[in-house]
C-alpha cells in the first residue's frame, strides 16, 4: 500500500500528506521517483526532503527539524485554495463507488450508530486538491454502494455531478490492502484497476459493497522493486509502519 501510494506521486508535485501511511509514501517517493516533490502536513509544515527520524504523527519533533517551512494550519490550508495542491491522500470509514469518503456518521443522521471523528482537513482536501488519492483497508462495510453522510466529496452522484457543484479535481485512484481502483467511463465508477499479488478478483468483488467492474487492462499490481524497497526501509527504519 505504502509503495503504491509512492508511485502515485509525480516529481516536482505539491502534495498535501495526511497521516500515517502517507507519510512514509512521501518519503519513498522523494527517494526514488519524485526527488522534487513538496510535502505539505496540515498542522503547518512544509518539507522537502523526508524527516530524519521515523514520525509516528505529521507533528513530531523531527518533522519540524530542518522543515522548509514551519507555519500554522491557515497558511498551509490556505494553498489548496490558492490552486497549488496536485494530489492529497486521505483516508475514511466508508468509500462509495464514485469515491465519496465517510467520516462522520454510521447509520441515521439523528441517531447515528457510530460517531466518528469528523472531517478535519479531508472535505478541503478532497474538494481543492488537483488529485484525490484514498487509502482504506478494503472491507465489504466499508466499500459501500452510497456512504451514509458525505464528509469528502468524490464524484457525488457520478458524471458531472462533481463539476456541477463546482468542484474541479476529484478521485484518482483509491489503493487498498487487496487492489486499485480508479475512475473509469462517463459516471467516473471506481473500477478495479489492479489486483494486489496474493489476491484476485473474486476475493476483491467480494469484498466490495456494489458490482465492482474491472478498467481495460486490468493487471496485477507491480510488486515493490528493490529501489522502492530500500527507499522504505531507509524512512521506516524501525518498522513501525510495514
Same mark, same amino acid.
Given at each position: 500500500?505504502? &509503495?503504491?501510494?509512492?508511485?502515485?506521486?509525480?516529481?516536482?508535485? &505539491?502534495? +498535501?500528506?495526511?497521516?500515517?501511511?502517507?507519510?512514509?509514501?512521501?518519503?519513498?517517493?522523494?527517494?526514488?521517483?519524485?526527488?522534487?516533490?513538496?510535502?505539505?502536513?496540515?498542522?503547518?509544515?512544509?518539507?522537502?526532503?523526508?524527516?530524519?527520524?521515523?514520525?509516528?504523527? =505529521?507533528?513530531?519533533?523531527?518533522? #519540524? =527539524?530542518?522543515?522548509?517551512? %514551519?507555519?500554522?494550519?491557515?497558511?498551509?490550508?490556505? #494553498?489548496?485554495?490558492?490552486?497549488?495542491?496536485?494530489?492529497? +491522500?486521505?483516508?475514511?470509514?466508508?468509500?462509495?463507488?464514485?469515491?465519496?469518503?465517510?467520516?462522520?456518521?454510521?447509520?441515521?443522521?439523528?441517531?447515528?450508530? &457510530?460517531?466518528?471523528?469528523? /472531517?478535519?482537513?479531508?472535505?478541503?482536501? %478532497?474538494?481543492?486538491?488537483?488529485?484525490?488519492?484514498?487509502?482504506?483497508? $478494503? #472491507?465489504?462495510?466499508? +466499500?459501500?454502494?452510497?456512504?451514509?453522510?458525505?464528509?469528502?466529496?468524490?464524484?457525488?452522484?457520478?458524471?458531472?455531478?462533481?463539476?456541477?457543484?463546482?468542484?474541479?479535481?476529484?478521485?484518482?485512484?483509491?489503493?487498498?490492502?487487496?487492489?486499485?481502483?480508479?475512475? $473509469?467511463?462517463?459516471?467516473?465508477?471506481? $473500477?478495479?484497476? /489492479?489486483?494486489?499479488?496474493?489476491?484476485? &478478483?473474486?476475493?476483491?468483488?467480494?469484498?466490495?459493497?456494489?458490482?465492482?467492474?474491472?478498467?481495460?487492462?486490468?493487471?496485477?499490481?507491480?510488486?515493490? /522493486?528493490?529501489?522502492?524497497?530500500?527507499?522504505?526501509? %531507509?524512512?521506516?527504519?524501525?518498522?513501525?509502519?510495514?
Amino acid at each position: 500500500m505504502i &509503495v503504491a501510494a509512492a508511485r502515485e506521486i509525480a516529481d516536482g508535485d &505539491v502534495v +498535501f500528506v495526511g497521516m500515517r501511511l502517507p507519510i512514509v509514501a512521501y518519503g519513498v517517493a522523494r527517494l526514488t521517483h519524485a526527488p522534487n516533490a513538496v510535502g505539505l502536513f496540515e498542522c503547518g509544515i512544509v518539507r522537502y526532503a523526508p524527516a530524519g527520524a521515523v514520525l509516528y504523527t =505529521m507533528g513530531d519533533p523531527p518533522n #519540524q =527539524m530542518g522543515a522548509a517551512w %514551519a507555519t500554522g494550519l491557515i497558511q498551509v490550508m490556505g #494553498q489548496l485554495q490558492r490552486g497549488r495542491v496536485d494530489a492529497g +491522500f486521505i483516508g475514511g470509514a466508508e468509500i462509495d463507488r464514485f469515491g465519496n469518503i465517510n467520516t462522520s456518521y454510521i447509520g441515521d443522521i439523528a441517531k447515528p450508530r &457510530v460517531k466518528l471523528p469528523g /472531517s478535519g482537513g479531508a472535505a478541503d482536501i %478532497a474538494a481543492m486538491a488537483k488529485r484525490l488519492i484514498a487509502i482504506m483497508n $478494503h #472491507q465489504k462495510r466499508r +466499500f459501500v454502494e452510497k456512504v451514509d453522510y458525505v464528509t469528502s466529496p468524490g464524484f457525488l452522484d457520478g458524471g458531472e455531478a462533481r463539476s456541477k457543484a463546482g468542484l474541479g479535481g476529484g478521485p484518482a485512484a483509491v489503493i487498498t490492502d487487496r487492489c486499485i481502483l480508479r475512475p $473509469h467511463g462517463p459516471r467516473k465508477e471506481l $473500477h478495479l484497476a /489492479s489486483v494486489h499479488p496474493g489476491h484476485n &478478483v473474486d476475493e476483491v468483488r467480494g469484498h466490495t459493497g456494489w458490482d465492482l467492474k474491472p478498467l481495460p487492462g486490468l493487471a496485477e499490481t507491480a510488486p515493490p /522493486s528493490r529501489a522502492e524497497l530500500a527507499a522504505l526501509h %531507509a524512512i521506516d527504519k524501525e518498522g513501525v509502519w510495514r
